[in-house]
């Protein structure tokens, strides 16, 4: 990151006047999820089909654009980003857009975070605890080798292993994200809990959500996190607390294992009432919601390089936030609520 670019920023500050952000329903906008690439180096069965087209990087924005819409952002309220992907790490350059925005924590932003396949791990761990992170997610749906290259199609389990390795040796918190999926890992997860735990590691657990066409029916795999609490409880003591990390996980505690377990479900009980977040794709979409189309376009924006309109165009944007989604996976239902891929998004 060169100067004109912190020069950018301490202007947008200075002159932009931002103010919060605040949802039509009075809900305060304070996380912000980047997807800073729709590659990834995996092609997981629930998140993509195998023979992916992605976008040309021609019309990705720069690791320079994307650090100044993180700054804006920043500036009007929001507390915690994370960078997403596809997967993060395999962007040229990532740690340089890791390490600038590293620099504003602590002076508005809160947390820097990301969540990760844990394939390149064992590359950057290090560097990401150096540059400021001390919190990762990391997605791990088996612990069983051959399973995992089954869901993951081109992953490599060991590599993630010492992935995990490598991130705890550097300092970073490690929280396991894992996708429930009927008939695949719905039996393992117990296992899974006992491993994350044994390591020290909260897991969550997510539902499938409906996001983008892939090479299944997503009702052969779907489980809805209910059935899962109660298979859990015949075998462990589970109480409700309170514990947050400003996303949409609802926490466990496990009193055999001492851990925390989250539960997402975006499904069997959607978590909008208290919705803080918004995401930008690596193109400069800002999507007010995970599960709704509307969306605003911010590239165009970003390249008039005008700190006024941009604090406008963002402003407009959060005016039109939704109370909810709509995510409903069904049989009957020829269409899908969402057509683009969680790897656009960034989950």
Known sequence: MNDRLNGQQSSYVKDARPTPLVDPFGRPVTYLRVSVTDRCDFRCTYCMAE?????????????EALARLCSAFIAKGVTKIRLTGGEPLVRKNIMSLVRELGKQVGTGLEELTL???????????????????????????????????????????????????????????????????????DLEIPDILRFAH???????????????????DRTDRYLPLTQVRAALENQFTLRDIPYETGGPARYIEVAETKGRLGLITPLTHNFCESCNRVRVTCTGTLYMCLGQNDAAELGAVLRAEDDAIL?????????????????????????????????????
């Open 51 to 63: 023979n992916m087209t992605f976008l040309p990087k021609k019309d990705l924005l720069t690791l």
């Open 115 to 185: 969540t990760t396949n844990g394939s390149q791990l064992v590359r950057f761990a290090s560097e990401l605890y150096e540059c400021g992170v001390r919190r990762i997610n990391v997605s791990l749906d088996t612990l069983d080798p051959d399973t995992f290259r089954r869901i993951t199609r081109w992953g490599d389990y060991s590599r993630v292993m010492e992935g995990l390795d490598a991130a705890q040796e550097a300092g970073l918190k490690v929280k396991l994200n894992t996708v429930a999926l009927k008939g695949v890992n």
């Open 198 to 216: 044994g390591r020290g590691m909260d897991l969550t657990l997510i539902e499938t959500m409906p996001l983008g066409d892939i090479d299944e």
């Open 311 to 347: 604090n406008a165009a963002i402003d407009d944007a959060i005016a039109r936030k939704p109370k909810g989604h709509d995510f409903v996976i069904d049989r009957s239902r020829s269409v899908l609520t969402v057509p683009r891929h969680m790897n656009v998004t960034g989950g």
